[in-house]
């Protein structure tokens, strides 16, 4: 079993900063590909970002060039930096991590919220 706790949203005007932070603890010899999903009001939940072990980086396009997922393997905690941030980047954001058994495991959620 892997256990997630997030920090580091709240609130941030348009053109604003802020970073994610997702700690890992548990079973996290077992974990693979780290991640950061969003769900935003009546909407499906969205991946945003993954890193896997190895390094390699997946990010949705709507999110390219503003946000960097990178994870610190000693520590077991993934970031997510999210740069000139968008009144549509408002949502709840979710870390995420699949584990080499291919188990995944969800954090509790922190809400991002970007006014203009």
């Known amino acids: 079993q892997v256990q997630l706790v997030e920090s580091g949203g709240g609130l941030v005007q348009a053109g604003g900063s802020l970073r994610l932070s997702c700690a890992a603890s548990?079973?996290?010899?077992?974990?693979?590909?780290m991640g950061w999903f969003r769900q935003a009001p009546g909407k499906q939940r969205e991946l945003v970002a993954a890193?896997?072990?190895?390094?390699?980086?997946n990010y949705a396009d709507s999110v390219k060039g503003r946000f960097t997922i990178s994870r610190d393997d000693a520590e077991n905690t993934v970031y997510l930096q999210m740069n000139n941030l968008k009144t549509e980047d408002t949502a709840v954001y979710y870390c995420?991590?699949?584990?080499?058994?291919?188990?995944?495991?969800w954090g509790q959620g922190t809400q991002v919220t970007v006014s203009s």
């Open positions: 995420n991590v699949v584990d080499m058994y291919r188990r995944e495991y």
């Open positions: 548990g079973s996290t010899w077992s974990i693979n590909v």
């Open positions: 890193i896997s072990s190895g390094g390699n980086t």
